[in-house]
């Protein structure tokens, strides 16, 4: 996975984290749990807060 895949990151961190609240999250830590995932290969520095966003509300989609 990369960056861009958004929705495919956030069902994984969903998984990996069922008792987290995506709506309470730092970006730092989900910067930190992204690179985390098994199936993540992509370089750090390519994140941003716009991609963090993107990942963030598709994690909210996918719980609520």
């Known amino acids: 996975m990369k960056w861009t895949d ?10 990996a984290h069922p008792e987290i609240d995506p709506r ?3 970006f730092t830590d989900l910067h930190n749990w992204v690179m ?7 370089d750090p520095n390519h994140s ?3 991609i ?3 990942i963030q509300m598709a994690w909210i989609d996918e719980v609520s």
């Not at 958004?6 to 998984?15: F, G, K, N, P």
């Not at 985390?36 to 992509?42: I, S, T, V, W, Y």
Request: avoid cysteine; hydrophobic fraction near 40%.
């Open 48 to 50: 941003g807060e716009k």
């Open 24 to 26: 309470t999250i730092r």
């Open 36 to 42: 985390e995932l098994p199936d993540f290969d992509d």
């Open 6 to 15: 958004s929705l495919d990151i956030a069902i994984e961190l969903a998984e």
């Open 52 to 54: 963090l966003e993107a």
